[in-house]
C-alpha cells in the first residue's frame, strides 16, 4: 500500500534551472496538494487540486506551476529555480475538503545554489 | 486573517513524563482541528482531528487533544512520554468551506532518558 509517493527525494539545482517534482497517489483521492516546509515557517500551501481537471493556487504560488495530469498525478514545475526556493516540498492527498485528512508523501528536499 | 499559533518551538521532557504541546488558533467559524506528527526525514501522519462533539478527542499513540472554545486552544497532551515520541508536533486548522488546511510552525520534542 504505497499511499502517497514524491519523486525524486533529493535535488539539487543551480539558479536558473527548470525541474518538475512528481507526486502520485493510489487511494482515489479527489484532492491533491503542494506544500512547502521551512523552518519555523509551517507548511505553506503552494498550489491544491481540488478533483482533477481543477487547480487553484494557495498560499505562495509565485516561482510554481502545477497539472493534475489524472486522478492519480500531480506535478509540480519550478520554471527558473531561485535559492529562495531552497526547501522540502511535501504532496498530499485527501477525500476532499478541508475536513478529512491529509495523508502526505515523504518529501523532495530542494537545494537551489 | 486565520492563523496557528504554536507558542514552544522546541520542548525537552523526561521519558516517561507527562506532556503538553500547545495551539491556538484564530478563526471565525468552528474550525476544523487536526495535529500531525512528523519523524525525521518522513512525511507528516495524523494523530487525531476535532470537528465536532466532545471536546477531548483521543488520538494514536496514546495521544490527546482538549478543544477550548472560549481559550481558542487545541493543546496536545500525553500522560508519559516514550523516546520514539521525538520528533515535530503540527497543529492545524481546516477553513470550512474550502480546501486550504492552515499548518502552524511546528514543536519539536526532545525526549531524555
Known amino acids: 500500500n504505497a499511499g502517497v509517493t514524491q519523486t525524486p527525494k533529493f535535488q539539487v539545482l543551480k539558479t536558473g534551472q527548470s525541474m518538475t517534482l512528481q507526486c502520485a497517489q493510489d487511494?482515489?483521492?479527489?484532492?491533491m496538494y503542494w506544500y512547502r516546509q521551512d523552518p519555523g515557517m509551517g507548511l505553506r500551501l503552494i498550489y491544491y487540486?481540488?478533483?482533477?481537471?481543477?487547480?487553484d493556487k494557495g498560499e505562495v504560488p509565485n516561482g510554481y506551476n502545477v497539472s493534475r495530469l489524472n486522478k492519480r498525478e500531480f506535478s509540480l514545475r519550478l520554471e527558473s529555480a531561485a535559492p529562495s526556493q531552497t526547501s522540502v516540498y511535501f504532496c498530499?492527498?485527501?477525500?476532499?475538503?478541508?475536513?478529512?485528512?491529509?495523508?502526505f508523501g515523504q518529501g523532495t528536499r530542494l537545494t537551489v545554489v | 486573517a486565520q492563523s496557528v499559533t504554536q507558542p514552544d518551538i522546541h520542548i525537552t521532557v523526561s521519558e516517561g513524563a507527562s506532556l503538553e504541546l500547545r495551539c491556538n488558533y484564530s478563526?471565525?467559524?468552528?474550525?476544523?482541528l487536526f495535529w500531525y506528527v512528523q519523524s525525521p526525514g518522513q512525511g507528516l501522519q495524523l494523530l487525531l482531528k476535532?470537528?465536532?462533539?466532545?471536546?477531548l478527542v483521543q488520538g494514536i499513540k496514546g495521544f490527546e487533544a482538549e478543544f477550548k472554545r472560549s481559550q481558542s486552544s487545541f493543546n496536545l497532551r500525553k500522560p508519559s512520554v516514550h523516546w520514539s515520541d521525538a520528533a515535530e508536533y503540527f497543529c492545524?486548522?481546516?477553513?470550512?468551506?474550502?480546501?486550504?488546511?492552515?499548518f502552524g510552525a511546528g514543536t519539536r520534542l526532545f525526549v531524555k532518558a
Open positions: 498530499a492527498s485527501n477525500g476532499g475538503g478541508h475536513d478529512t485528512e491529509a495523508f
Open positions: 487511494m482515489n483521492h479527489n484532492s
Open positions: 487540486s481540488a478533483s482533477e481537471g481543477t487547480t
Open positions: 478563526y471565525g467559524a468552528t474550525p476544523y
Open positions: 476535532y470537528f465536532s462533539g466532545d471536546t
Open positions: 492545524a486548522v481546516g477553513l470550512a468551506g474550502g480546501f486550504k488546511t492552515i
